[in-house]
């Protein structure tokens, strides 16, 4: 394992650590972190800016997991314990967003760099993914709903698909950090005072 394989994994950190959405909304005059959900994703952007910016904060951090995994792979090559290095990569670029050095460590829930991270791991599973999402949403109104269904399935998705088994931890890890980072949007849910889409499209 050379050091360029090595050097992958604090860049992949740093690369997550980006925080794109906040970066796209300073430009237009927002601090989205004292605003809607105060919280730096795609979500809390389009919320705020309209669609278009948080289409764009969505790709940039679906980006932060997708590049740094496929970057490392291609470093690291067939050399022994290239998955784990993968695996890491990956990990520590969501990581990255979650507790992003840039911000004190004070960052979004994951589930775009997370999303990254699975479209490298098992597109099939994505796909699965983003059917459960969207129906979530649809029949709840919560995104937040959408969201956590879609992380916890990952793993399941991969099993059923035959994914090697450095694969799910991957997912599992990753799925199990989306649900700690949702701990608010849970208690809101329970409480019956999360924001939902539907109320939102109908002006109420």
Known sequence: MHFLSLLCLPLSYLIGAIPFGLLLATRTGVDIRSQGSGNIGATNVARLLGKKLGI?????????????????????GDAPGSSLMVALAGVLAVLGHMYPVYLGFRG?????????????LSPPAVFLSL???????????????????AAAAMPIW???????????????????????KHRPNINRLLEGTE??????KGGT
Request: net charge positive.
């Open 158 to 180: 991969m099993q059923f698909l035959g994914e090697p088994v450095w694969k799910l931890f991957v997912a599992a890890f990753i799925a199990i950090m989306v649900w700690i």
């Open 195 to 200: 924001k939902s889409w539907k109320k939102e």
């Open 56 to 76: 764009v904060t969505l790709l940039l951090d679906v980006a932060k997991g997708f590049v740094p995994m496929w970057f490392t792979a291609v470093v690291a």
């Open 108 to 120: 979004g829930k994951g589930v775009a760099t997370g999303l990254g991270v699975f479209l490298f």
């Open 131 to 149: 059917l459960l999402f969207l129906a979530a949403v649809y029949f709840t109104g919560f995104v937040s709903v959408g969201s956590l269904l």
